[in-house]
């Protein structure tokens, strides 16, 4: 039964085939016998095709199949699959589901905004933006998910908060900004829509350097960043000083969520709190070490150095007695 199941079955390992029930084996089983029944009736069907296609008139001299398409006609096939507006077609709707989401795959959205005009929603125009249909949650530390962004990039032991309260800062001040460079489109004789989608258009072009559909924890994402001239932290003392910067002084003050005073403050105390974490493992580590990893490795090296002393005493003692 074992050697059947991973023989024939699929079974990748002995362990999973030690947890196969009997029922799993025997439906397991039929399957096996059915796509062996189905390469049967291929073979058989080929040898059929293969008389088939020499088949010839009453008078034996002409084919009665000249052309391949005589013979096997694709376009019938392929219709009858996929549909083409008349006798028996697939379901409209899942060819228009297959449509969008092809249109999708193409991440054409993104660039035809940027590239050409496109129209607003309240005259039922503008591209449909589908779900990825990948699990970002795995490979984007802020991962769009259909309906809404979700920030992974958190660390288990801090507070989401911490992470919120500046992103909502520079979302509001992105949406201040929009309304700012609309209005003054429409004050230079813009129309509505037009404004709208002028500044969307910018705003998509001036994110592009940030935009990236491959895995965001990838080798691969930081040498492109570093191609596009994107800023690469890789320590945290020197995260923190972001706080200081002029782009987060000017974003607190744009949306009166931190003074100055208040982002030094929290610099100074997220750099306190790492340093004093970074102490307290490091006082662990030593004391692991003097504690408990030297004492065992001596004890093992004593432990050691007796059965050497042993052997050689052993053999000392073989030797003089063979002498």
């Known amino acids: 039964m074992l050697a059947s199941a991973i023989g024939l079955y699929g079974v990748s ?13 025997n439906v397991r089983k039929r399957g096996y016998l059915m796509r062996r029944l189905n390469r049967e009736r291929e ?6 095709l293969n008389r088939l296609i020499k088949a010839t008139d009453k008078s034996g001299k002409q084919y009665v199949y000249a052309k391949f398409e005589d013979f096997y006609n694709e376009a019938k096939q392929r219709n009858a699959v996929l549909g083409n507006g008349h006798g028996n077609t697939v379901n409209s709707d899942l060819v228009a589901i297959a449509k969008r989401r092809q249109k999708y795959l193409k991440k054409e959205v993104a660039d035809s905004a940027e590239n050409r005009a496109i129209k607003l929603d309240i005259v039922n125009k503008i591209p449909e933006i589908l779900p990825d249909n990948t699990d970002r949650n795995r490979t984007s530390p802020f991962a769009f998910t259909g309906n809404r962004f979700e920030f992974r990039a958190v660390g288990s032991s801090v507070n989401v908060a911490s992470s919120m309260f500046i992103l ?8 201040m900004r929009f309304r700012k460079l609309t209005e003054r489109e429409i004050e ?4 509505k829509d037009e404004a709208i989608l002028k500044v969307i258009r910018q705003f998509i072009i001036e994110s592009k350097d940030i935009r990236f559909e491959g895995n965001g924890y990838s080798e691969e994402w930081h040498k492109e960043a570093a191609r596009r001239g994107l800023p690469g932290i890789s320590d945290i003392p020197e995260a923190f000083k972001s706080f200081l910067s002029q782009k987060t002084r000017e974003l607190m003050r ?10 030094e403050a929290r610099y100074e105390v997220l750099n306190e709190v790492f340093n004093k974490k970074l102490q307290i493992e490091a006082r662990v580590v030593g004391d692991l070490t003097i504690n408990h990893i030297i004492p065992t490795a001596i004890k093992f090296q004593n432990s050691l150095i007796q059965n050497v002393l042993g052997i ?5 003692r073989e030797v003089e007695q063979i002498s």
Do not use: P
Request: aromatic content about 6%; charged content about 35%.
């Open 13 to 25: 390992s002995l362990t999973e085939a030690k947890r196969m029930t009997i029922e799993e084996f």
């Open 43 to 48: 073979l058989y069907l080929q040898a059929y």
């Open 168 to 175: 909502n800062a520079a979302v509001a001040q992105q949406l």
């Open 188 to 191: 230079d004789g813009v129309s």
């Open 254 to 263: 744009e949306t009166e969520v931190l003074c100055e005073r208040e982002l």
């Open 312 to 316: 050689k005493e052993k053999r000392g």
